[in-house]
């Protein structure tokens, strides 16, 4: 089977329009939840700042940069909090052995896939 240019215009165009969808859907943060077995924060993504919250294994330090939100050090054994950050709604990074949470606040959708 043979797919012609004018077949293969429409896939990009279709595959362009969709990926073009999903980065107008995702907004700016203007704020970073934290949760911690002890409490809830709140942060403005617009001022830098480094953050250390206690958890059940030590301290997990958060930094604030560049309108993003991310895991610096936790002393959880497997580390793979440490990866992505959260910058647009619904970002979420989990530090579940350190009970330590990172939410991107933001006017968004809940769907099936938020659960």
Same mark, same amino acid.
């Given at each position: 089977? #043979?797919?012609?240019? $004018?077949? +293969?215009?429409?896939?990009?165009?279709?595959? /362009?329009? %969709? *990926?073009?969808?999903?980065?107008?859907?995702?907004? #700016?943060?203007?704020? $970073?939840? +934290?949760?911690?077995?002890?409490?809830?924060? /709140?942060? %403005? *993504?617009?001022?830098?700042?480094?953050?250390?919250?206690?958890?059940?294994?030590?301290?997990?330090?958060?930094?604030?940069?560049?309108?993003?939100?991310?895991?610096?050090?936790?002393?959880?054994?497997?580390?793979?909090?440490?990866?992505?950050?959260?910058?647009?709604?619904?970002?979420?990074?989990?530090?579940?052995?350190?009970?330590?949470?990172?939410?991107?606040?933001?006017?968004?959708?809940?769907?099936?896939?938020?659960?």
């Amino acid at each position: 089977m #043979k797919v012609s240019k $004018v077949e +293969i215009f429409f896939i990009i165009l279709i595959l /362009l329009l %969709s *990926l073009l969808t999903v980065l107008i859907r995702r907004e #700016k943060g203007a704020n $970073v939840r +934290i949760e911690t077995e002890e409490q809830s924060y /709140l942060y %403005s *993504l617009s001022e830098d700042r480094d953050l250390y919250f206690d958890g059940p294994l030590g301290v997990t330090q958060v930094k604030i940069s560049n309108g993003r939100a991310y895991i610096v050090s936790s002393p959880c054994p497997n580390h793979t909090c440490y990866h992505g950050y959260v910058e647009t709604y619904p970002d979420t990074i989990v530090c579940l052995p350190n009970h330590v949470s990172l939410y991107a606040e933001g006017k968004g959708e809940v769907d099936a896939t938020s659960f």
